[in-house]
Every structure is written in structure tokens, then in C-alpha cells.
């Protein structure tokens, strides 16, 4: 079975400081990892994945998520925090092979204080 | 515009009701699926397709029935609500291969339903 840990339930960030939201997963085979925005009373919107290739993976609105194979890992990152930010985040993680379900962590939720 | 539709946005039912959540995408996916989210829990699967006529159950399946006749549709059916089913329900689809440019799952606005 393939499982996600979100270790926070919310991580507080000065704005203009660097943020961290920290993912590890389990999976048989090779993982494909996504990470996932929801605003309030919005759907959910993508923000980056990985699929193979380079661990450093961009994605969009300046995020970044490094994929670390020997620690399951798959952290989103950001430079500089904007008070836009704040919403509630998503860690996903599906097989390379097998069922294309998803499975998603239980969420982060990110609070940048102005 | 391209995309994911779900309808209706918002639904209270009565214990005991039936309905159906519909889910609709004009990306030509092949894969389609339910999640239901609830606080603190993230998004658990319903059911999934990998294809027109192919389905199987996810996660947390007891008490929905899913169908797909055409590509485009998969709709969920409550067949006799429960309180336990209050819930905020996403579709979500996605190509079948990922190793396209635009691989990824797209997904829908979300339905709040509350069941009384």
C-alpha cells in the first residue's frame, strides 16, 4: 500500500522568509510525487511534480520540491514567503506502475504572518 | 474552457435520500476519480476508471456506485445518504501516460454536500 505523511498540520512563516512544507511517502516501485494548492472554498490547483529526471523540480509560483530517493522525501520549498501563500497544501504520491490512484497526506496548512 | 465540471456545487440531502454528483471532462483523460475530503483527513478515494466501462473502488467505496458509459462522464451515486457522507466530493482525471509534457490529474471545483 502506498501512504503519504504530512508531518505538520500548519507551519508559520514570516513573509520574505523561506518556507519548507515537508512530504515523505512509501510506495512499491518508483514514485511519481505531485504537490497540490487549495485556497478556501476552492478545488484543488497543481503546483509542481516528479516524474524522473532532475530531483530539484520547479513548479509554479516560485515552489520548488526536491526529490530525495534514500529519505522518501519530496519537500516543497519557496524562497521568499508571500502572504498569498497561505492556503492548504497537498503532498500526492501514485506507483510508476499498477493502480493511478492517488494518494494524498493529510495537508499543511501554510499561515505567512505580514 | 478545458476542464474538469462537477455539479451541483452545493447539495444537503435527508438521510436516506438518494443522488447523483456528476463529473464531466473534455480533455479526452482516460483516467477518472472520486475523492472525498474531509478535515484533517485530506482526500481518500472513492472509486476510479482507468477506461469507458472499467471501474474499481478505492479507499472508502461503502454506500457509492460508480458507472462509465462515455469518456467524458463518471458520476457518483449516494444510494441511501447518510450523515457520515457529509462531505466536500472532487473528480479529478488525467492522461493514462506520464510521460507527457502535461501529464497530471486535473481536478474539478468540488461538490459540498450536507446530509441531514
Known amino acids: 500500500a502506498q501512504s503519504v505523511a504530512q508531518p505538520e498540520d500548519q507551519v508559520n512563516v514570516a513573509e520574505g522568509n523561506p518556507l519548507t512544507v515537508k512530504c515523505t511517502y512509501s510506495?512499491?516501485?518508483?514514485?511519481?510525487l505531485f504537490w497540490y494548492v487549495q485556497y478556501p472554498n476552492r478545488g484543488l490547483q497543481f503546483l509542481l511534480k516528479?516524474?524522473?529526471?532532475?530531483?530539484l523540480v520547479k513548479g509554479s509560483y516560485g515552489f520548488e520540491a526536491e526529490f530525495n530517493k534514500s529519505q522518501t522525501s519530496f519537500h516543497l520549498k519557496k524562497p521568499s514567503a508571500l502572504v498569498s501563500d497561505s492556503a492548504l497544501y497537498f503532498c500526492?504520491?501514485?506507483?510508476?506502475?499498477?493502480?493511478?490512484?492517488?494518494?494524498f497526506g493529510s495537508g499543511t496548512r501554510l499561515q505567512v504572518q505580514p | 474552457n478545458a476542464g474538469v465540471t462537477q455539479t451541483p456545487k452545493f447539495q444537503v440531502l435527508k438521510t436516506g435520500q438518494s443522488m447523483t454528483l456528476q463529473c464531466a471532462q473534455d480533455m479526452n483523460h482516460e483516467y477518472m476519480s472520486w475523492y472525498r475530503q474531509d478535515p484533517g483527513m485530506g482526500l481518500r478515494l472513492i472509486h476510479y476508471s482507468v477506461g469507458a466501462g472499467i471501474t474499481d473502488q478505492g479507499e472508502v467505496p461503502n454506500g457509492y456506485n460508480v458507472s462509465r458509459s462515455t469518456t467524458e462522464d463518471f458520476p457518483l451515486r449516494l444510494l441511501s445518504a447518510a450523515p457520515s457522507q457529509t462531505s466536500v466530493y472532487f473528480c479529478?482525471?488525467?492522461?493514462?501516460?506520464?510521460?507527457?509534457?502535461?501529464?497530471?490529474?486535473?481536478f474539478g471545483s468540488g461538490t459540498r454536500l450536507t446530509v441531514v
Open positions: 510506495v512499491s516501485g518508483n514514485p511519481y
Open positions: 479529478a482525471s488525467s492522461y493514462s501516460a506520464p510521460g507527457l509534457a502535461n501529464y497530471g490529474y486535473t
Open positions: 500526492a504520491v501514485r506507483a510508476d506502475t499498477g493502480r493511478r490512484a492517488l494518494t
Open positions: 516528479y516524474i524522473t529526471g532532475d530531483n
